[in-house]
């Protein structure tokens, strides 16, 4: 099955700086990989999504990059606020199938003001 | 309209008790799914129905662990003999008929989770 690594776990940065997250994943023919913004005791929200046939995709100050070959993909943030503290997830899973998502274990981002 | 909602949001029960989880999907979305999510971890899959049946299952721990959503619209996950273990948040989430997009991908919704807690 799939398996899905996320790094890191804790992301700590200043208000207005960038923040990265990165994921890797194990199976190829996941080709559908999206992110979630789950706030403390909140439940988890899509944020953006990329499909394996492209290779970036942005939504105003966030962004994700996927390497195919190198099975990787990455979520970016600039320009930080502390309203985008928050645990990040990030999944994979493959369309035509049961569309279950393998989740990463989090990122827990803290935007200090 | 209204989300994803699930009840109770915290249930605290004694080891080797029963317990119901409920979760009411968003009104026209045939596919539901079940997680768990232990602290600092992601969602972890449990079952998935597609309408009234439960299309994959392979996520549910042991057989202690069972659910059913008989008119394809409410869902009821059922823990028996309940151990510390099962301690966690369990989500619910629910999107479009996720065939209906060629190739495609239905958005997942989030409910809030009921956080269950085993004495």
């Known amino acids: 099955g799939e398996n899905v690594e996320q790094h890191p776990s804790t992301l700590s940065v200043q208000e207005g700086d960038s923040a990265v997250i990165k994921c890797t994943y194990s199976d190829s023919a996941s080709n559908y990989f999206p992110w979630y913004k789950q706030e403390l005791g909140k439940r988890p929200q899509l944020i953006i999504d990329i499909r394996s046939n492209v290779g970036e995709k942005k939504d105003q100050r966030i962004a994700v990059t996927l390497n195919k070959t190198a099975k990787h993909f990455s979520l970016h943030i600039t320009e930080t606020q502390p309203e985008d503290s928050a645990v990040y997830f990030c999944a994979a899973l493959t369309s035509g199938g049961s569309y279950i998502p393998t989740f990463g274990r989090g990122t827990s981002l803290i935007v200090h003001p | ?119």
């Open chain 2, 1 to 119: 309209g209204a989300g994803v909602s699930q009840t109770p949001s915290n249930k605290v029960t004694e080891k080797g008790k029963y317990v119901e989880l409920r979760c009411d999907p968003i009104s026209g979305h045939t596919a539901l799914y079940w997680y768990r999510q232990s602290l600092g971890q992601g969602p972890e899959f449990l079952i998935y129905f597609q309408g009234t049946g439960a299309a994959d299952d392979s996520g549910l721990p042991n057989d202690r662990f069972f659910a059913v959503r008989p008119e394809g619209s409410v869902s009821t996950l059922k823990i028996q003999r309940t151990e510390r273990g099962d301690s966690a948040v369990y989500l619910c989430a629910s999107s479009f008929n996720t065939l209906a997009l060629a190739g495609g991908y239905n958005e997942q919704f989030f409910g809030p989770g009921t956080r269950l807690t085993v004495l």
